[in-house]
């Protein structure tokens, strides 16, 4: 067949992995039309019953989603009966507003608190609510809500945007890939597609096109392209890539009930990081060497403080969970890129140099003291470690050491049962990367994502540098492999838990800077203790 002479590619920002061939499919927002309103007491009426019609949708999404899915919908429902939330909506109708501008007008404050809210939990409910403002309307507009896009096999979505209950709707065994003009890599449809393992990228640089509707294109989910209208030799690529994908696959499937070993018959832990317990409802704990990392920032969400008792109870869940392998819980690491409204700082030029992780729970040892008692009384159910977050100095441990030293006196004092967890730090920070020798510790966990941006001089959230930021620097590799052989010098356990551990592509240069210990993202287990089995020695020069 001869090449297509139109192939083009746009790109955007990869919100899974992944790669898909199809066929595309351009999804338009329904216009809503016109709509007469009435007295206040019909558009009263009008909106109820569009918000009861509303609820049964969602419910009946709700009723055949996962628990994930489920989860993410039950908010809009919640919100769908609460009185005082919905009261706005009809005092503006008693004051004279037709039923969709009084709706529109709830719903809009609503979604500027939430994005105030400043993290990206919050960005993700605000487009939760702006996903039942449309719902609602298209209800009052009689507009029909079923899918305008008709799909077909195979089917590539290009869409201006996608809702976490729109891609409800669509999943299904047409729907291949995603490709959308706005959206976000955290958003609750990067966290659906990302669950599914359905291709989805995001903010793809390009306008609706009607004439794109029934190309062939390729989705590279991974690299953040859409390829429309591929050339015979970007299909063939694309084919063989689809077929190693697979065939990755099967292996992996058959190695992730197994511990992990390189090649020669070395172990290698595997272990996994932990965002949100949730997940651990459909993860065998078979699959890992335990958990390597719990960001516990998920507690702290919306500024809420929780109390010792609320903490011990996750702690407890997770050590029963992982029935006697190691479980590895950070401190809290608010700011930077993780804002907590009410703890962490505003106004800092630069919060990713500022009062974060470590420097913030010093800087409130109220806080702190709370999370490392319940942390101690956890202890005492298993092998617990605690791991502190953004170390840049020795005297910052010893300090750690003296409030954990406090806090275990407390509870031998109370009577309480409890016991002494390891006490651990992330390297993160160059200055204590290069200076690993001097710190007291009873193990080290690399923080990849930060150590790459402090170290490239590039942030972690700042998509025109991401370039620069190259796990494969030799800086970074080399300061890897001097943590490495200080710790294994000092006869201390090294682990790796950024992102890094995550990508099989640099997995094997991990192992060639002799780390025998890693903490992944649970979706990677199997691709990750594939690439081990792989590793037979050298990954290669890089650089
Ligand atoms: C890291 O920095 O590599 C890390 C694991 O911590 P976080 O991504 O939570 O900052
Ligand atoms: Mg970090």
Redesign the pocket.
């Known amino acids: 067949m001869a090449d297509l002479p139109s192939e083009r590619v746009f790109t955007g920002l990869s919100a899974t992995g992944g790669l898909a061939l199809g066929t595309i499919v351009v999804e338009k927002a329904a216009a809503l039309g016109d709509r007469q309103a009435g007295s206040p007491g019909q558009e009263r009426r009008a909106l109820d019953a569009a918000i009861a019609r509303a609820k049964g949708e969602i419910g009946a999404l709700a009723a055949k989603a996962d628990d994930l899915g489920a989860e993410i919908l039950e908010f809009q429902s919640a919100l769908l009966e609460d009185d005082d939330f919905l009261g706005l909506a009809f005092a503006r109708i008693t004051g004279g507003d037709p039923a969709q501008e009084a709706w529109s007008a709830a719903l809009d404050g609503e979604v500027a608190q939430y994005r105030a809210g400043g993290d990206d939990y919050f960005k993700a409910r605000a487009e939760d609510l702006l996903d039942l403002k449309a719902r609602v309307l298209r209800s009052l507009f009689g507009t029909d809500t079923k899918a305008p896009a008709r799909m077909v096999k195979d089917t590539i979505l290009l869409a201006v945007d996608l809702t976490p209950s729109r891609f409800l709707e669509l999943e299904g065994p047409f729907l291949r890939g995603a490709a959308i003009l706005g959206g976000s890599p955290t958003s609750h449809v990067a966290i659906l597609a990302r669950a599914r393992g359905i291709p989805l990228v995001v903010g793809l640089d390009t306008k609706l096109d009607k004439a794109m509707a029934g190309q062939h294109a390729v989705l590279d989910a991974k690299a953040g392209s859409l390829t429309i209208a591929p050339s015979s030799a970007t299909l063939a690529t694309a084919k063989d890539r689809l077929d190693s994908i697979a065939a990755d696959t099967r292996a992996w499937e058959e190695l992730i009930a197994r511990p992990a070993v390189m090649g020669d018959g070395t172990p290698v832990q595997v272990s996994i990081?932990l965002d949100d317990p949730a997940i651990l409802d459909n993860l065998p704990p078979a699959h890992c060497d335990g958990i390597g990392?719990t960001?516990t920032e998920f507690l702290f969400r919306g500024g809420r403080l929780p109390d010792e008792d609320a903490q011990f109870k996750v702690y407890r869940r997770l050590m029963a969970w992982a029935e006697g392998r190691p479980v590895t819980i950070r401190t809290l690491?608010a700011g930077?890129d993780?804002p907590i409204a009410g703890v962490t700082p505003s106004g800092e030029a630069n919060p990713f140099l500022g009062v974060r992780g470590l420097r913030l729970s010093l800087r409130h040892p109220e806080i702190f003291a709370v999370q490392l008692r319940a942390l101690a009384r956890a202890a005492a159910l298993g092998p617990l470690k605690i791991m502190v977050?953004m170390v840049t100095l020795p005297g910052e441990m010893d300090q750690v050491r003296a409030i954990l030293d406090l806090v275990l006196a407390d509870l031998a004092k109370a009577g309480t049962d409890h016991a002494r967890p390891a006490l651990g730090m992330?390297i993160?920070v160059p200055a204590a990367a290069l200076c690993t020798e001097y710190f007291e510790t009873d193990f080290f966990s690399?923080?990849?994502?930060?150590?790459v941006q402090y170290l490239t001089a590039c942030a972690r959230d700042n998509a025109a540098v991401a370039p620069l930021a190259d796990p494969r620097n030799p800086a970074v590799l080399e300061l890897i492999r001097r943590c490495v052989a200080v710790a294994r010098a000092k006869g201390i356990e090294i682990g790796l838990?950024?992102?890094m551990a995550s990508d099989p592509e640099l997995l094997p240069l991990l192992l060639d800077c002799g780390l025998r210990s890693i903490s992944v993202s649970p979706a990677q287990l199997g691709p990750a203790k594939l690439a081990i089995h792989r590793y037979s020695g050298k990954a290669g020069r890089h650089g």
Do not use: A, Q, W
Not at 446 to 451: E, P, R
């Open positions: 990081n990392l960001r690491d930077g993780k977050p992330m993160e690399i923080g990849s994502n930060d150590l838990c950024g992102d």
